[in-house]
């Protein structure tokens, strides 16, 4: 465990911050609280990951691949914002243990399509499990409008002027991904 030594904060100057007090003061309340969330939201996926040798890299590929099939590696490369070094390697290994299939392109041959396989679906699936209990059980208790308003404020926390393509067809759609069937 960890050794830190907490201060308790003031509740008001948490409460404030959290109301949208634009005194200057940092929403510390909410800042901790998005690390804390994401911290476990991907903390149960990463035990799962690690059985086989994968990190969260790996998981962020695997899933815009699944959900979005036939995915330009170039696409997939401002999806996650990381160095083609960097995805060369995960890509390949999730190439090489037949979790991604690449595919050349019908019009441009030098494209490179990637497309989840069985097994790849199967680990998503496994890992999308996981995620929707904790999103399930952390919505609890709130109606379609609660659910909403956390919607709203997940998108708003993304950039405006993000120009990913994938982002788009998430921020304009509440329906899955069309899936292809091979």
Do not use: C
């Amino acid at each position: 465990m960890a050794d830190i030594n907490l201060k308790a904060q003031s509740p008001d100057r948490d409460a404030g911050a959290a109301a949208g007090d634009r005194s200057g003061e940092p929403a510390w309340d909410i800042i901790e609280l998005l690390f804390y969330a994401y911290r476990d939201f991907v903390g149960d996926p990463d035990d799962v990951l690690a059985e086989f040798g994968f990190g969260r890299a790996h998981h962020r590929v695997i899933h815009f691949v699944y959900r979005y099939p036939g995915l330009k590696v170039a696409d997939l490369l401002d999806v996650l914002r990381i160095t083609k070094q960097s995805l060369g390697r995960v890509l390949k290994q999730l190439i090489d243990e037949d979790y991604i299939v690449q595919k050349a392109g019908e019009s441009d041959k030098r494209q490179r399509l990637l497309y989840a396989t069985a097994k790849g679906e199967a680990l998503v699936a496994k890992l999308a499990g996981l995620q929707t209990d904790r999103i399930k059980a952390a919505l609890k208790g709130l109606d379609a409008a609660g659910a909403d308003t956390v919607r709203r404020f997940l998108r708003a926390m993304i950039d405006d002027d993000d120009p990913d393509k994938v982002l788009q067809i998430v921020l304009e759609s509440n329906r899955p991904a069309r899936r292809e069937t091979r």
